[in-house]
């Protein structure tokens, strides 16, 4: 078994920045890909950005250009650096780790963004 840790979320104002982090408990061995998905108030989960072990990054249409993703694997640890933030970007950001066998998700980060 596998735990996430997330940890980086928060209120902030519009404009502002946060920098999520997810801790993986234990090295896995294979192919692990990490990621970030979020789910806002009244919608479904959904794809915000991964990144496999070699660095390679997939992103939703809606986040390219904007939020970047980072690992750090002798950390076990993935990043979301999120800057110029706004209000559509409130919501429960979540970790998740898929190796060739399993998924496992982290318990998830708010993210409020308010004046």
């Known amino acids: 078994q596998v735990q996430l840790v997330e940890s980086g979320g928060g209120v902030v104002q519009p404009g502002g920045s946060l920098r999520l982090s997810c801790a993986a408990s234990r090295r896995l061995s294979g192919t692990v890909i990490m990621g970030w998905y979020r789910q806002a108030p009244g919608k479904q989960r959904e794809l915000v950005a991964v990144?496999?072990?070699?660095?390679?990054?997939t992103y939703a249409d809606s986040e390219k250009g904007r939020f970047a993703i980072s690992r750090d694997n002798a950390k076990l640890t993935v990043y979301r650096q999120m800057n110029s933030l706004k209000p559509k970007n409130t919501a429960v950001y979540y970790c998740?780790?898929?190796?060739?066998?399993?998924?496992?998700w982290g318990q998830g980060t708010q993210v409020t963004v308010s004046s």
């Open positions: 998740k780790l898929t190796t060739a066998v399993n998924n496992y």
């Open positions: 990144i496999g072990s070699g660095g390679a990054t």
